[in-house]
């Protein structure tokens, strides 16, 4: 379990990965597809390595907000973590999450919810390609380019397989004393406002 508890507040998950290259569904609306028969339809697109390993790409992850739930619109009051210290390890996108606020903590170690979902956006291109993966050919319509990292949502069941908090929702976490360590920091950012 990759869990650390800050003594001034915060409970860090580190190495979680967040998102894998190679071939992902996405809706025709995702793409930015005019028709409306097209926007419902779902189209494999690829997500390169080399896209994914882009320093650029890779410091826009840096104090990334951690949400729950995808929005359209991330205001201040949605913010319940961070991101950072984001890598590439040759199929994953893996940071390390700071979560920040009671709402999230319960989310996480009641609900068991551990699932991840990087927000992404980017410049769908029209390419008819293949591309292997463990042995497996894969055939895609799209491949995105110029990606931005947007916000990282917690999710029941997100879409990339294997993209999760790097946790053991079973295991046995004190949750009074994170709790605890929460309203402290929320005190001292008052004091401080």
Not at 16 to 44: M, P
Not at 53 to 60: M, R, T, V, Y
Not at 98 to 105: D, E, P, Q, V
Not at 144 to 168: K, S
Request: glycine share 8%.
């Amino acid at each position: 379990m990759a869990l650390q508890i800050r003594p001034g507040g915060g409970v860090v998950f580190t190495d979680c990965r967040l998102f894998r290259a190679g071939v992902i569904e996405c809706s025709g609306f995702e793409l930015g597809l005019s028709a409306v028969a097209d926007k419902r339809k779902w189209f494999n697109t690829y997500y390169s390595a080399a896209a994914l390993s882009d320093e650029p790409f890779l410091k826009a992850f840096e104090g990334l907000p951690v949400i729950l739930g995808h929005l359209n619109e991330v205001e201040a009051r949605h913010i319940e973590g961070k991101s950072s210290a984001a890598r590439f390890d040759g199929e994953w996108v893996v940071a390390d999450l700071t979560m920040t606020t009671n709402a999230i903590a319960k989310e996480i170690f009641v609900h068991h919810v551990v699932d991840l979902s990087v927000s992404i956006n980017g410049d769908p291109v029209a390419w008819n390609g293949t591309t292997t993966a463990a042995g497996i050919e894969q055939h895609f319509e799209y491949s995105w380019v110029n990606l931005v990292p947007v916000h990282i949502a917690l999710l029941n069941v997100g879409r990339v397989e294997g993209a999760a908090l790097n946790f053991d929702p079973d295991a046995k976490v004190d949750l009074d004393s994170i709790e605890k360590r929460f309203q402290r920091v929320r005190k001292v950012a008052m004091r401080c406002a």
